[in-house]
């Protein structure tokens, strides 16, 4: 992906996830309980899929709570972390005309795609999602 296509992409991302976190806390009573889901894998198949919980953990988050946003859903703090340090990065990018931050994505999309790596991921990935069935996210 190129540079600018990627940073529209990512600056929109995080626009959606602030939007998304703060429709969220505003009806932070009606998605706390275990009833609400925008999960469309869980509405079809009654199962939690690995990232089912997030946003509740992201809330916990934004309420200083970390120990609550990883147990209930440790994605939660990789996606916090991306949506803090990525706007502001990619704003110091545009203002001083730099690209380290597609320079860091591109070593880290290398690492990512080395197939040692991808298999850890894939079994912390699983684990969770065995974690979400059984905390019945």
Same mark, same amino acid.
């Given at each position: 992906?190129?540079? #600018?296509?990627?940073?529209?992409?990512? /600056?929109?991302?995080c626009?959606?996830?602030?939007?998304?976190?703060?429709?969220? /806390? !505003?009806?932070?009573?009606?998605?706390?309980? !275990?009833e609400?889901?925008v *999960?469309?894998?869980?509405?079809?198949?009654t199962?939690p *899929? +690995?990232s *089912?919980?997030t946003?509740?953990?992201?809330?916990q988050?934004?309420?200083?709570?970390?120990?609550?946003?990883?147990l %209930? #859903? +440790?994605?939660?703090? =990789?996606?916090? =972390?991306?949506?803090?340090?990525? +706007?502001?990065?990619?704003?110091?990018?545009? %203002? !001083?005309?730099?690209?380290?931050?597609?320079?860091?994505?591109?070593?880290?999309?290398?690492?990512?795609?080395?197939?040692?790596?991808?298999?850890?991921?894939?079994?912390?990935v699983?684990? #969770?999602?065995?974690?979400?069935?059984?905390? #019945?996210l």
């Open positions: 992906m190129h540079k #600018n296509k990627l940073y529209l992409f990512l /600056l929109f991302a626009f959606v996830g602030y939007s998304w976190l703060l429709f969220s /806390l !505003q009806h932070e009573h009606e998605i706390q309980s !275990q609400f889901t *999960c469309l894998f869980k509405k079809v198949t199962v *899929c +690995p *089912c919980g946003t509740r953990s992201v809330m988050l934004s309420h200083g709570k970390f120990l609550s946003a990883i %209930i #859903n +440790p994605f939660g703090i =990789l996606v916090g =972390l991306i949506m803090i340090i990525t +706007p502001i990065w990619i704003s110091y990018d545009l %203002i !001083q005309k730099k690209d380290s931050f597609y320079t860091t994505y591109l070593k880290i999309e290398s690492i990512l795609r080395k197939r040692k790596v991808a298999i850890v991921l894939i079994v912390l699983i684990a #969770n999602w065995i974690w979400n069935i059984k905390k #019945n």
